[in-house]
């Protein structure tokens, strides 16, 4: 039996029926390109969310392009977001001209350090971008406050969140607008790539619906620049509406592998994932840490158990943002736990059996490091 840290066939043979029918309905609607399913889940995923709009794009990083577009956020401006991240977040903010820069996280759960953010802001910061990192959101309550004292918008990047929720209050729904997206592996995820910006202020979605559609505000008028094509495609929709209806089973499921794994893992000397008070964690991965992850990882493989780092270099270490010159410890806990951290196999349809091999490989592993 191969594991691998994720696999959707098991959850694509429940569902094939459903997802098949989807692409029928698409191709036999006449409108293949912002159609009828674009525009219903577009509808849907704000109503889910109690916010007025919606916009459908691409993928997750033009999610944040637009985003950030939309919000005025341009060259010379500067986005307060954090280095342990997938990179997406990061070339999204670069994408537009923007200067990242950086905050360290927190130990216990691996989120910005709000306490921070104030140090780092100047007259140039115009955006704060909290990650709301695997599953679990970021406390949005002291950037809240700082963006109210100094004027600036708040954009969360909602990628690794569908349906987290801080105080019973949705991911994605305190800031100026958020970025979602349904990469097949997230929480909430198309056969393909998809996006969507997430928003309560009509003038940024006015804004994102042009950008996404070359700056057009009718067909075939530029009003704005720059802009390209970043539409979400009509399959794509059909399919996430479907898929939609199902996000709260799948987040229960979710948390049943991540009760599996605490029940079965808890008197390691792994370090599981912390659920900070206040939090609904939705375990888009099921991050742990030791400090001999790498040997782990690779005589897992001995027991056809291939798992993930996320992530193994933080930002601003990696070459393509040398540039912006952060030195070797200048953010020393995203810097140490990137040697440590590493993903279990996590996703809603993976079987008792194989998660209980997982366990126990893992536990015969670390008894014999």
Same mark, same amino acid.
């Given at each position: 039996m191969t594991i691998r840290v994720w696999d959707y066939l098991a959850e694509y043979d429940a569902e094939r029926e459903d997802i098949i029918d989807a692409v029928e309905t698409v191709f036999r609607s006449g409108q293949l390109v912002l159609g009828q399913s674009v525009k219903g889940? *577009?509808?849907?995923?704000?109503?889910?969310?109690?916010?007025?709009?919606?916009?459908?794009?691409?993928?997750?990083?033009?999610?944040?392009? !637009?985003?950030?577009?939309?919000?005025?956020?341009?060259?010379?401006?500067?986005?307060?977001?954090?280095?342990?991240?997938?990179?997406?977040?990061?070339?999204?903010?670069?994408?537009?001209?923007a200067t990242p820069v950086f905050v360290d996280i927190r130990e216990q759960d691996y989120l910005m350090d709000t306490d921070q953010?104030?140090?780092?802001?100047?007259?140039?910061?115009?955006?704060? !971008?909290?990650? %709301?990192? @695997?599953?679990?959101?970021? +406390?949005?309550? #002291? $950037?809240? +406050?700082?963006?109210?004292?100094h004027d600036l918008r708040i954009l969360e990047d909602c990628a690794q969140a569908h349906g987290a929720r801080r105080d019973g209050v949705l991911a994605g729904t305190t800031g100026d607008a958020s970025a979602f997206s349904f990469y097949p592996t997230k929480v909430l995820g198309a056969y393909g790539d998809g996006g969507a910006i997430v928003t309560d202020d009509e003038e940024i979605a006015d804004r994102s619906r042009r950008l996404r559609f070359y700056g057009m505000a009718e067909r075939y008028f530029v009003v704005e620049t720059p802009a390209h094509?970043?539409?979400?495609?009509?399959?794509?929709?059909?399919?996430?509406?479907?898929?939609?209806?199902? $996000?709260?089973?799948?987040?229960?499921?979710?948390?049943?592998?991540?009760?599996?794994?605490?029940?079965?893992?808890?008197?390691?000397?792994?370090?599981? #994932?912390?659920?900070?008070?206040?939090? *609904?964690?939705?375990? @888009?991965?099921?991050v742990v840490r030791h400090p001999r992850r790498d040997e782990?990882?690779?005589?897992?493989?001995?027991?056809?158990?291939?798992?993930?780092?996320?992530?193994?270099?933080?930002? %601003?270490?990696?070459?393509?943002?040398?540039?912006?010159?952060?030195?070797?410890?200048? !953010? #020393?806990?995203?810097?140490?736990?990137?040697?440590?951290?590493?993903? $279990?196999?996590?996703? #809603?349809? !993976?079987?008792?059996?194989?998660?209980?091999?997982?366990?126990d490989a893992v536990r015969q592993v670390l008894a014999t490091l």
């Amino acid at each position: 039996m191969t594991i691998r840290v994720w696999d959707y066939l098991a959850e694509y043979d429940a569902e094939r029926e459903d997802i098949i029918d989807a692409v029928e309905t698409v191709f036999r609607s006449g409108q293949l390109v912002l159609g009828q399913s674009v525009k219903g889940f *577009e509808a849907e995923f704000a109503a889910y969310h109690g916010v007025a709009h919606s916009v459908g794009v691409d993928n997750g990083t033009n999610a944040i392009k !637009l985003a950030l577009q939309a919000l005025g956020v341009g060259p010379g401006d500067e986005v307060v977001t954090v280095s342990n991240t997938a990179a997406p977040t990061v070339v999204a903010i670069d994408a537009v001209g923007a200067t990242p820069v950086f905050v360290d996280i927190r130990e216990q759960d691996y989120l910005m350090d709000t306490d921070q953010v104030a140090s780092v802001i100047t007259d140039r910061t115009r955006c704060l !971008l909290p990650v %709301h990192l @695997y599953g679990q959101p970021v +406390d949005l309550r #002291p $950037l809240v +406050d700082l963006a109210a004292k100094h004027d600036l918008r708040i954009l969360e990047d909602c990628a690794q969140a569908h349906g987290a929720r801080r105080d019973g209050v949705l991911a994605g729904t305190t800031g100026d607008a958020s970025a979602f997206s349904f990469y097949p592996t997230k929480v909430l995820g198309a056969y393909g790539d998809g996006g969507a910006i997430v928003t309560d202020d009509e003038e940024i979605a006015d804004r994102s619906r042009r950008l996404r559609f070359y700056g057009m505000a009718e067909r075939y008028f530029v009003v704005e620049t720059p802009a390209h094509n970043s539409r979400l495609d009509e399959v794509q929709a059909e399919i996430l509406r479907r898929k939609l209806g199902r $996000l709260d089973e799948y987040v229960a499921g979710r948390r049943a592998v991540a009760q599996r794994y605490a029940e079965g893992l808890g008197d390691t000397d792994l370090v599981l #994932p912390h659920v900070t008070e206040g939090n *609904e964690h939705v375990y @888009y991965v099921y991050v742990v840490r030791h400090p001999r992850r790498d040997e782990i990882i690779e005589r897992l493989k001995g027991y056809d158990i291939h798992l993930n780092i996320s992530y193994p270099w933080p930002v %601003h270490t990696q070459t393509g943002f040398a540039k912006l010159g952060y030195a070797a410890g200048s !953010l #020393p806990v995203t810097e140490r736990l990137a040697g440590e951290i590493f993903s $279990l196999p996590m996703y #809603p349809s !993976l079987s008792a059996d194989a998660q209980d091999k997982v366990i126990d490989a893992v536990r015969q592993v670390l008894a014999t490091l």
